[in-house]
Structure formats: structure tokens, C-alpha cells
């Protein structure tokens, strides 16, 4: 439980994303950039969408699991790395895994809370 909360709290969310969908023997998150704008004559704007196969949750009473739906979520920014980031997230969100309101704390607090956890175990 504890490396949970630390991966939820510390890890990137690119990082997070990959590494959940390992555990659950899926696919590793595709990435694809949709669209480039230019918004000014120097910005431009990158849509970036991200896409994983969510056959663990969706197993019918036969114990037979369907056909793998996709789950997928967009990210725009000024930068294919920020759009990346954000289009994880939101597909961390959509599978019930997204960072509540940690965005505060610091590093330092975040591993201290988890150094007490651990300890209280």
C-alpha cells in the first residue's frame, strides 16, 4: 500500500500510467500526436491522445473477459511533453487513479508521510 501512495503522489504521470498497466498484463499506453495548431506566428499547440486496452475490469460472470475496450483521453499544450503529461492524467482519471489534491505538498513531506506509514506497519 505504501508504494502505491508514493507512486501516486511522487511518480510521473507517463510513469504511473505505464507501470499500471503492467501490473494488470496489459499493453503499454500509445501515444499519438492528432493535431498541431499554430496559435500565434512563434506558439504552437499540440494535441497529444493517449490510449490503453482496459480488459481487467470489464470480465463478463462467465469469467471470460470481452473484448478489450479502449480508454482514451486527450492532452493540449504548447509542448508534445506538457500534452503528453496531461493526456496520462486524464486517462489515469478515467481508470480511477488520478492525484486528488496532493499538487501542494512537497517532496519532502510526501516521503515523510510515507516513511511513517511504513513505520506504523
Same mark, same amino acid.
Given at each position: 500500500? @505504501?508504494? &502505491?501512495?508514493?507512486?501516486?503522489?511522487?511518480?510521473?504521470?507517463? &510513469?504511473?500510467?505505464?507501470?499500471?498497466?503492467?501490473?494488470?498484463?496489459?499493453?503499454?499506453?500509445?501515444?499519438?500526436?492528432? $493535431? !498541431?495548431?499554430t496559435v500565434d506566428k512563434?506558439?504552437? !499547440?499540440?494535441?497529444?491522445?493517449? /490510449?490503453?486496452?482496459?480488459?481487467? /475490469?470489464? @470480465?463478463?460472470? $462467465? =469469467?471470460?473477459? $470481452?473484448? @478489450?475496450?479502449?480508454? /482514451?483521453?486527450? =492532452?493540449?499544450? =504548447?509542448?508534445?511533453?506538457?500534452?503528453?503529461?496531461? @493526456?496520462? !492524467?486524464?486517462?489515469?482519471?478515467?481508470? =480511477?487513479?488520478?492525484?486528488?489534491?496532493?499538487?501542494?505538498?512537497?517532496?519532502? /513531506?510526501?516521503?515523510n508521510n510515507l516513511l511513517?506509514?511504513?513505520?506504523?506497519?
Amino acid at each position: 500500500m @505504501a508504494y &502505491t501512495r508514493f507512486a501516486q503522489l511522487v511518480l510521473h504521470p507517463v &510513469t504511473r500510467l505505464v507501470q499500471l498497466q503492467q501490473v494488470h498484463k496489459e499493453r503499454e499506453p500509445q501515444f499519438r500526436v492528432i $493535431a !498541431e495548431h499554430t496559435v500565434d506566428k512563434r506558439k504552437k !499547440e499540440f494535441v497529444i491522445e493517449c /490510449s490503453v486496452s482496459n480488459q481487467k /475490469s470489464f @470480465a463478463n460472470s $462467465a =469469467g471470460k473477459v $470481452a473484448v @478489450a475496450p479502449i480508454v /482514451s483521453a486527450t =492532452g493540449v499544450r =504548447g509542448s508534445k511533453k506538457i500534452a503528453k503529461k496531461k @493526456a496520462a !492524467e486524464a486517462v489515469l482519471q478515467l481508470l =480511477g487513479h488520478d492525484r486528488h489534491k496532493v499538487k501542494n505538498l512537497n517532496s519532502y /513531506s510526501i516521503l515523510n508521510n510515507l516513511l511513517n506509514q511504513i513505520n506504523q506497519h
